[in-house]
């Protein structure tokens, strides 16, 4: 029944390694985000899909790439991991034709040691 | 781009109390969301209010798009309304949602 449904909850990892991040919706939304939150708790979008075509890169490393095999998925990897990128990292799926309208997902709490 | 600033930062109030949390954008928006952070992190929508008033409950919320703010009611508040308060506004032209920095709400019994 989870709408928006990110795996795995909680990621701790050493420096350098490489990880994955799932999402997964079932909302027959058409656009997908990640958004990382950092400790202050501010919302920075990173990336946006809409029906598999990235159209959104914000000022992100490029050892940060997105991929997304097919509408419902939007899957976050990331390589050399570094202290910095410690944070909870959301992914949020909308309806294009509603102009937002967000459903987010519970987050991924990433701690990189 | 697109500023959204949120006001007051932190709030604290006492169970029972009524507050008004405010988002001031700085350009034309299509869509504006309130969301509720909890004290456990999830990201629950409060309100999808482009424009006018919406009620849920003892929430409400009020969008004036010509004049760039958004406002949002919290009317006898309980502890578990705790958590962060985010205002996002969707832009026509950036094709996105930019989310103001929050408010903090703390609700003491």
């Known amino acids: 029944d989870t709408a928006v449904s990110q795996t795995p909850k909680y990621l701790v990892t050493q420096m350098g390694n490489d990880k994955s991040i799932k999402c997964e919706q079932n909302?027959?939304?058409?656009?997908m985000y990640w958004y990382k939150q950092d400790s202050k708790k501010f919302l920075k979008i990173m990336f946006s899909?809409?029906?598999?075509?990235?159209?959104i890169n914000e000022t992100v490393p490029n050892r940060f790439s997105p991929k997304s095999p097919d509408k419902a998925h939007l899957n976050l990897h990331i390589n050399s991991l570094e202290l910095g990128d410690s944070a909870v990292y959301f992914c949020?799926?909308?309806?294009?034709?509603?102009?937002?309208?967000?459903?987010f997902g519970s987050g991924t709490r990433l701690t990189v040691v | 781009g697109i500023q959204v600033e949120q006001s007051p930062p932190d709030l604290i109030l006492q169970e029972g109390a009524n507050s008004t949390l405010r988002c001031n954008f700085s350009d034309s928006v299509n869509n504006l969301q309130w969301f509720h952070q909890n004290p456990w992190g999830q990201l629950i929508n409060l309100f999808y209010?482009?424009?006018g008033t919406k009620q849920n409950g003892r929430l409400s919320a009020t969008t004036v798009a010509t004049e760039r703010y958004s406002l949002l009611y919290i009317s006898s508040s309980q502890t578990t309304d705790s958590g962060v308060y985010f205002c996002?506004?969707?832009?026509?032209?950036?094709?996105?949602?930019?989310f103001g920095d929050g408010t903090t709400l703390t609700v003491k019994p």
């Open positions: 209010i482009p424009s």
């Open positions: 996002a506004v969707w832009s026509p032209n950036a094709g996105k949602s930019t």
């Open positions: 949020a799926s909308s309806q294009e034709s509603l102009r937002g309208g967000y459903t």
């Open positions: 899909y809409n029906n598999k075509e990235l159209i």
């Open positions: 909302l027959g939304h058409d656009t």
